[in-house]
Structures are given as structure tokens and as C-alpha cells.
């Protein structure tokens, strides 16, 4: 059983575009990052979260962390080809200091 | 920029061998965190320390895998009598004890097992 389940699994847009990715569990988590992976290299960190309802924004993309702790949203403004890439969401419980990952949205933005 | 590496970048072993691959973390964190990712998944929680004491080992972490953090700053991952199913990527991130939300990651280690 996934505890982080992503979603969509894949997704192919045209550059310009708006998109959503969702991050979701019937946990509670005490944080949870957004990560992005370019093949064969590992996981850039692109935001924490830590607070109820907490939205964060990094030039196009916003962030948001669910009111219940429970889930998370990444959306991406006017996407562009850079932006290709698995963008995996990641979860710490309280009490642990593993992080959990979701097994990822792989992106596609085409010229 | 000294981020977290990892050494090799690559490993093809056969069946059998022994592999060790090396993490060095961010200077001046003292947290240190093994991953395993396979193909089409999310990395996975092997192993952590806290300077050079193993806190925290995975169920995934059978008895052929053994973590070491000697000094308490770069950490190694032996895998003993590897099997096909070892092949990933084994991923090291490193973090400090007051951030412990933030974990850096390096570029992996890729191992195929013939």
C-alpha cells in the first residue's frame, strides 16, 4: 500500500499551459517537500511544508499543503520545457525521521 | 558549492560480488540518510544516522546490507553477495538536526547487478 499516492501518474502538455499535480493520504504528515528528478541524478528539493492550509509560491509554481495535513498540490503557471521532469512529493510523520515519497508525476512540456 | 556527493556515479557488479559506494554530505550537517529507488518508483528508507550512530534501519535493509558513519562525516553502503534484484539507484541525503523536514539529496549511486 502507497501511504503517498500521486497523481497523475503522467502528464503531456504543450508549453503555455497551466497543470496541477496532487499528492494524497489518509495519513497525517508533520511536513512534506516537493521534490524534482532529472533522469539519472537524484532529487532537487523544491519546497517544504509544514502548517495546515500553508501555501508557498516559487516564481510559477504554488504550492499548497492541505488544511488537515493530509495532502498536497503543486501547480504550475504557464509551464515551460524546463519544467520536464518526476516531480516527487515526499512526507515526514511525526515521531519518525524517515521521509515516505510518492512514486511521482512525470512531467512532459512540449515546444 | 559543496551539495551532497556520491561515489561512483555508476557500478556493474555480477552476481555474487561485493559493492561499497560512498556519500559525503553537506559539511556541517550531521544527519545522514540512505535511500533505495527502483525504476518507476520513489525512493525508498533504508537506513539514518545522527553523527556517526545508526538510529534507524529499514525492514528493506536485509542482513547483506551494512551502513557505516565512522567519524561521524562521510558514510559507506556495503552490499554483500549482491543479487539482480539490488540493482538501483541508491540515493544519500544529508540534512542538520534543527531542519530535519529539508533533506539534500546527491546524485546517486546506480547500481546494476548482471
Known amino acids: 500500500t502507497q501511504l503517498l499516492e500521486q497523481s497523475p501518474q503522467f502528464l503531456s502538455i504543450q508549453e503555455g499551459e497551466n497543470l496541477t499535480v496532487y499528492c494524497n493520504s489518509s495519513?497525517?504528515?508533520?511536513?512534506l517537500q516537493w521534490y524534482r528528478q532529472e533522469p539519472g541524478e537524484g532529487p532537487v528539493l523544491l519546497v517544504t511544508?509544514?502548517?495546515?492550509?500553508e501555501v508557498k509560491k516559487l516564481k510559477r509554481l504554488t504550492f499548497q499543503f492541505g488544511d488537515a495535513r493530509k495532502d498536497s498540490s503543486l501547480h504550475i503557471t504557464a509551464a515551460q520545457p524546463g519544467d520536464t521532469g518526476l516531480y516527487l512529493c515526499?512526507?515526514?510523520?511525526?515521531?519518525?525521521?524517515?521521509?515516505?515519497f510518492g512514486k511521482g508525476t512525470k512531467l512532459t512540456v512540449n515546444p | 558549492d559543496t551539495g551532497v556527493s556520491q561515489d561512483p556515479r555508476h557500478k556493474i557488479t555480477k552476481r555474487g560480488q561485493n559493492v561499497t559506494f560512498r556519500c559525503d554530505p553537506i559539511?556541517?550537517?550531521?544527519?545522514l540518510y540512505w535511500y533505495r529507488q527502483t525504476l518507476g518508483q520513489g525512493p525508498e528508507f533504508l537506513t539514518y544516522?545522527?553523527?556517526?550512530?545508526?538510529?534507524?534501519k529499514s525492514r528493506l535493509l536485509s542482513d547483506r546490507f551494512s551502513a557505516e558513519r565512522p567519524k561521524g562525516s562521510f558514510s559507506t553502503l556495503e552490499i554483500q553477495r549482491t543479487e539482480q534484484g539490488d540493482s538501483a539507484m541508491y540515493l544519500c541525503?544529508?540534512?542538520?538536526?534543527?531542519?530535519?523536514?529539508?533533506?539534500?539529496f546527491g546524485p546517486g549511486t546506480r547500481l546494476t547487478v548482471l
Open positions: 541525503a544529508s540534512t542538520w538536526s534543527g531542519s530535519k523536514d529539508t533533506q539534500y
Open positions: 495519513s497525517v504528515f508533520s511536513s
Open positions: 511544508v509544514v502548517t495546515g492550509g
Open positions: 515526499a512526507g515526514r510523520k511525526g515521531g519518525s525521521e524517515k521521509l515516505v
Open positions: 559539511s556541517e550537517h550531521n544527519r
Open positions: 544516522f545522527q553523527n556517526e550512530a545508526q538510529l534507524e
